[in-house]
């Protein structure tokens, strides 16, 4: 154990000296993306609840329980340009192991591309498509603690660059049902590259540590949910020269002499988020999420905008839930989630 916490700290420390977040310098950077239409109406990113969704468990392995046994989920998001992503997913409850586990496949298609030479002439076509097969395990540690694990295979291919990558994700999870709190720390994305595009240095993984909280409360149908994304780094903005203006959570703008403030980089590490959750058994959820860091590098200067914000909706209907998620990512544009789940058990009840 004492070695285990050494190699975690020293992990820890090592990430923490990078000064920020840069667009660009990762691979597989769509395996942050939002797993289904639940997550991205929470501000698309969920790692504080732990119920009967098995898709909780690509970015939360210790979300995993028994009661996403023969639990089923399909998800998929409609880009512009026939750019497509989405995610598969199935949970099992081992006995014997008393163990959860699941799998899933993670895709994202780019489309069917032209083949130019150099002065335009075209000579064919590519696709380009990146995918990533998961596999995870969680289990009860103790009485209030769980604690999982998921492994990826990555594969990547624009035109004839192709990239073959590995990652993990380790998870522990405190949950109080007594006090209805869940606490959560995830290590994402722990891996490399074992083929790379081209020769050269290999490319980092989009590595990051986040820590959330979650609280339903006793006397309204709602739970709300707080994730502090880059725990292992600081410094997430970046100073632009054309930006005059701090947009705050809820206020108005404010002019600023510095885009890289205290105020704003804090902020920029978190996520908030409700989901009010009606009946007896959930069946009817709202929900509605904030992403200051999405707000901020998504905003236009001078232009209002609910870049940012994100809510959605799900009911169940018989044996299915239905899910849709919206998220506002730009001033001209946003994304559309659905998302559909069912339990193989259902099907073998007598009605």
């Known amino acids: 154990m004492k070695q285990f916490l050494t190699l975690v700290l020293a992990f820890f420390l090592s990430h923490y000296l990078e000064a920020q977040v840069t667009g660009g310098t990762n691979v597989y950077d769509f395996l942050n993306f939002s797993a289904s239409a639940r997550i991205t109406g929470l501000g698309g990113n969920l790692i504080t609840v732990r119920d009967d969704d098995v898709n909780l468990a690509l970015a939360n392995p210790a979300s995993l329980n028994p009661s996403m046994h023969q639990q089923l989920g399909f998800n998929h998001v409609f880009y512009p340009a026939g750019i497509n992503t989405g995610y598969a997913a199935y949970g099992h409850f081992v006995k014997k192991l008393d163990m959860t586990l699941h799998g899933g496949i993670q895709y994202l298609t780019y489309g069917t591309f032209d083949a130019t030479d150099e002065v335009g002439n075209v000579t064919g076509e590519f696709k380009a498509s990146e995918y990533a097969i998961a596999l995870g395990a969680g289990r009860q540690l103790y009485e209030r603690v769980t604690v999982g694990a998921n492994l990826k295979f990555i594969t990547s291919r624009f035109e004839s660059y192709n990239s073959i990558g590995l990652a993990g994700d380790l998870a522990a999870m405190f949950h109080d049902t007594a006090s209805r709190i869940n606490v959560t720390l995830v290590f994402r994305n722990i891996g490399t590259q ?158």
């Open 194 to 351: 074992l083929s790379k595009y081209r020769d050269g240095k290999t490319e980092p993984l989009p590595f990051e540590m986040q820590v959330g909280v979650s609280k339903r409360l006793v006397h309204l149908p709602f739970r709300f949910s707080i994730v502090y994304r880059y725990l292992d780094k600081w410094n997430i903005s970046y100073d632009d020269p054309n930006s005059q203006e701090d947009t705050f959570i809820f206020g108005d703008a404010q002019q600023s002499s510095s885009g890289n403030s205290f105020v704003d980089n804090l902020a920029r590490h978190f996520i908030f988020s409700g989901e009010f959750l009606f009946g007896k058994k959930d069946n009817f959820r709202v929900r509605i999420g904030y992403n200051h860091l999405q707000r901020k590098e998504m905003s236009v200067k001078n232009l209002r905008s609910l870049a940012g914000f994100s809510f959605g909706a799900g009911l169940k209907i018989n044996r299915f839930r239905v899910e849709y998620g919206r998220s506002f990512v730009h001033l001209g544009a946003g994304l559309n989630h659905f998302s559909i789940s069912t339990n193989i058990q259902e099907f073998s009840k007598k009605r």
